[in-house]
């Protein structure tokens, strides 16, 4: 493979980033995920093997049940279930509900933001049937258990036999493991790859695990774990599987080619390849601060895969009861606002933040027939309507409301 003069330069800069990346005496690199040769090889069948851009129903209420095992060396380890928590929000925030991310997005990145509509829940419910917090709390007396193998080539962390914790079958749930890993901040399983099916799912360690607690600048906003659920659910890095040459990136259409990783939070623009790179997205090595967004082909993918390859997440019973859901009707709010003349659409349903809406005036007619995302108020113009009655239909996955407002 060719290296140009442009990547050349480009690793140099990595370089200097790279050295940045050590604070307080520690290195910490973002992601390993440890892949040989046949494993890329077997990823890039994977991906040739499955169609990235079919059509998925957003109707769908995709929700994920997760297992969090917390595998703790010090008692600073053993996270509070309140840290954990804050995990899981940081995840729905990224996969599910845009609005708190738009801000601080260039507008050339803006344009390709994409939400999957997908939720993430602690399991309600183990694999005997037995109702659970969706967390298991194992200590252990290894360091760095993270980056160990014990008994061949299995990782110690995924196994309490080797001083880990075993995974909750991994076709309906989630696994994410919390536990040492040496200055590595997250590692991952990706589809097709020849792994072991009890060590599928996700390693974060406990010190960027979660949004409050434990967590510290710059890798305090969950990011880590966002990153690794884009592998997870069938995403490569921006670069590809080769940082450094501008020959392969991640095969996806609406990401620029990139080079290679970008560190800290850089000012935009930064190119690469002839390209202004995409540092803003999940699947880069910046900062927290810096990680705001996924595109619509990364979005196509990782529903791709959820609806294929790791559908049995889908089928599952981990998540089964979700207390605290109220009757429709209650979490919708239809109001006009006659002073700006517009329509304010507010949907309030925990688990549904992708959602049709449709309004048709009094003789039938389809005026409006969009997506709505996340839980910020829908404001629909209407300038240039009629005065009288109008219907909007809401629609979301087994849940139908229509709702009757008058324009003056
Ligand atoms: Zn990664």
């Not at 160990?148 to 995974?167: K, P, V």
């Not at 925990?350 to 309004?359: A, F, K, L, M, T």
């Not at 048709?360 to 209407?382: C, E, M, N, S």
């Amino acid at each position: 493979m060719a290296v140009n003069k442009h990547s050349k330069k480009y690793f140099a800069l990595i370089c200097i980033f790279w050295l940045g990346l050590t604070r307080a005496g520690k290195t910490q690199t973002r992601c390993d995920l440890g892949l040989d040769a046949p494993g890329r090889a077997a990823y890039s069948e994977w991906r040739a093997s499955i169609d990235a851009y079919k059509n998925i129903d957003l109707r769908t209420t995709m929700t994920i049940p997760v297992v969090v095992h917390i595998v703790y060396r010090t008692g600073d380890e053993n996270l509070s279930d309140r840290q954990i928590q804050s995990q899981i929000d940081a995840l729905n925030r990224a996969y599910a509900n845009p609005a708190d991310t738009r801000s601080g997005v260039p507008k050339e990145f803006a344009e390709l933001q994409s939400v999957p509509g997908v939720h993430f829940c602690l399991a309600s419910m183990d694999p005997d049937g037995q109702m659970t917090n969706g967390i298991t709390r194992t200590k252990t007396n290894f360091e760095n258990i993270g980056l160990l193998f014990g008994d061949g080539q299995r990782r110690s962390i995924h196994y309490a036999i080797l001083g880990g914790a075993d995974a909750w079958d991994p076709d309906h749930y989630f696994n994410i493991w919390v536990g040492e890993l040496g200055g590595l901040l997250g590692r991952a399983t990706m589809p097709g790859t020849n792994l072991l099916f009890e060590e599928d799912g996700i390693v974060i360690a406990p010190e960027v695990f979660g949004t409050t607690g434990t967590v510290a600048y710059p890798f305090h906003q969950g990011k880590t774990a966002v990153h690794e659920a884009g592998h997870y659910l069938g995403l490569p890095h921006l670069w590809g599987m080769n940082a450094g040459d501008c020959t392969e990136d991640d095969g996806l259409a609406d990401t620029p080619v990139q080079a290679g990783p970008y560190l800290g939070c850089p000012e935009y623009p930064q190119y690469s390849c002839g390209t202004s790179d995409l540092f803003n997205d999940y699947m880069d090595f910046t900062d927290d601060d810096c990680l705001l967004l996924f595109t619509h082909d990364q979005v196509q993918l990782m529903l791709a895969t959820l609806t294929g390859y790791r559908k049995g997440l889908l089928e599952s019973a981990g998540c089964s009861e979700h207390p605290g859901w109220s009757p429709t009707d209650q979490l919708v709010f239809v109001s006009y606002a006659a002073a700006r003349r517009q329509l304010e659409v507010v949907w309030r349903r925990p688990g549904e933040s992708v959602y049709d809406i449709r309004i048709w005036d009094v003789a039938g007619r389809l005026l409006v027939h969009q997506k709505g995302y996340g839980f910020t108020p829908w404001i629909v113009p209407v300038t240039s309507w009629v005065n009288g009655l109008y219907f909007v239909q809401i629609i979301s996955a087994g849940n139908q409301t229509t709702q009757k407002v008058l324009i003056y």
